[in-house]
């Protein structure tokens, strides 16, 4: 009772610091429930302007494999599977043959053979198409793969393109959902695009087939077999 007299005495008297006080006192419970954060500033929203429209088109697809990259690609796939073409041919022609044969054969055939000549032509153009169906999904498969890794290095040189040359919309003309009726031939920068990603990867155009080397396509009794020509790959 005396030592609260005396500290009180000393407090009023100015004769003890307020920090001594603080030390001497109890500290007062602290809530549990934390402060509210402060608000979140939200940014200052933006003004819309009207800036001069500069508009470009591009038919990416075509444009993609019209590079020298891209025609080095189809056209080595295009080699790759000219081993399978070829066979497959050989096997046609083979059955062919076997028709020939069988409509030319004697009337003098037994039933028991015809139907043992039919199975065997039966089966070999079921394996046939099953090899051709195989083959295409494969092709396919590879086309695209090969079409993806140029059109990658494409799509960058395209936007440094266009971004070098001020243009503010570049729409894809080759598209399947395009909007665009008709433009002036000027917008099209396809062949300038493609002319800068020439220059950019260094590699030249492949040069053209031989003209003995080319031949008539084939006349298969089974589905058609997969083009060995470029094929145009599916849409972005």
């Known amino acids: 009772m005396k030592r609260k007299f005396a500290l009180l005495t000393a407090l009023v008297a100015g004769l003890l610091p307020v920090a001594a006080v603080s030390q001497l006192s109890p500290a007062p419970p602290q809530s549990a429930t934390p402060a509210a954060p402060a608000a979140q500033q939200q940014p200052p929203p933006v003004t819309p302007q009207a800036i001069p429209a500069k508009i470009a088109l591009i038919v990416f697809e075509e444009a993609v494999i019209s590079t020298n990259e891209g025609q080095r690609a189809m056209e080595e796939l295009t080699k790759k599977y000219e081993p399978k073409q070829k066979q497959f041919e050989g096997i046609n022609t083979e059955i062919e043959t076997l028709k020939k044969q069988l409509n030319t054969a004697p009337a003098t055939m037994s039933q028991e053979e ?40 494409f799509d960058l040189v395209m936007k440094k393109y266009v971004a070098d040359n001020g243009y503010t919309l570049l729409i894809n003309a080759g598209g399947q959902d395009t909007p665009v009726m008709w433009a002036l031939p000027e917008t099209d920068v396809s062949l300038a695009v493609i002319a800068a990603y020439n220059a950019a990867s260094g590699i030249t155009a492949p040069p053209p087939p031989a003209p003995s080397a080319a031949r008539p396509a084939p006349k298969p009794a089974a589905p058609a077999t997969p083009h060995t020509t470029t094929p145009k790959p599916p849409s972005q």
């Open 114 to 153: 015809r139907a043992t000549k039919l199975k065997a032509i039966d089966t070999k153009e079921k394996n046939l198409n099953r090899d051709v169906e195989d083959t295409r999904t494969q092709f396919q498969s590879d086309q695209q793969e090969a079409y993806a890794a140029v059109a990658k290095k």
